[in-house]
């Protein structure tokens, strides 16, 4: 398991559809996920650029970073507990999950995205570089009787089709 940057033309792309475009200087000071302790779990997400939620407001977020796994690994992705509790900021799909697949696939690189909703009904103001997300990865199973054979071509929502 690692993580690594994605191409700068895959960030701008990314960040160009939320209408971000001083990409130059928040790709060069996007910082690969750490643990903020021994005892932690969870790898810290950073904002790559400043963000600004309006109250009920939602932004799919590129992070810049994608995600390294075997097969039998997922990367769960949520806000970290003080923005959640402090801000009223959540994850409009609750928790992201990360499929070993998702990366360096035919047509995604794997940037990974950060859904976020403001819940409150204030305001909510993120700096460059502020850790507002975190993800564990888990190693799971699958089913004696599972057969599955399909390939997963594309970015979200990709393996549903």
Same mark, same amino acid.
């Given at each position: ?17 939320? &209408?971000?475009?001083?990409?130059? @200087?928040?790709? %060069?000071?996007?910082? #690969?996920?750490? +643990?903020? /302790?021994? =005892? ?23 992070? &810049?970073?994608?995600?390294?796994? @075997?097969?039998? %690994?997922v990367l769960l #992705?949520?806000? +970290?507990? /003080?923005? =959640? ?24 690189e794997g940037d ?16 460059? =570089? ?32």
């Open positions: 398991m690692r993580f690594e940057k994605v191409s700068y033309e895959n960030f701008a792309k990314d960040s160009w559809k939320n &209408g971000f475009t001083s990409c130059e @200087e928040a790709y %060069e000071n996007i910082v #690969i996920p750490y +643990r903020g /302790s021994a =005892g932690s779990a969870g790898y810290d997400f950073s904002t790559p650029y400043p963000i600004h939620l309006d109250p009920d407001e939602r932004l799919v977020v590129p992070t &810049g970073i994608k995600a390294y796994m @075997e097969s039998g %690994e #992705i949520t806000v +970290r507990s /003080s923005v =959640g509790i402090k801000d009223g900021v959540v994850f409009s799909n609750t928790i992201g999950i990360i499929d070993a697949d998702f990366y360096n696939n035919e047509k995604n990974i995205m950060l859904a976020l909703w403001n819940t409150s009904n204030k305001p909510v103001k993120y700096h460059a =570089g502020d850790r507002i997300a975190q993800g564990l990865f888990v190693k799971f199973g699958i089913t004696d009787d599972d057969n599955t054979t399909g390939v997963r071509v594309g970015g979200i929502g990709s393996s549903g089709k």
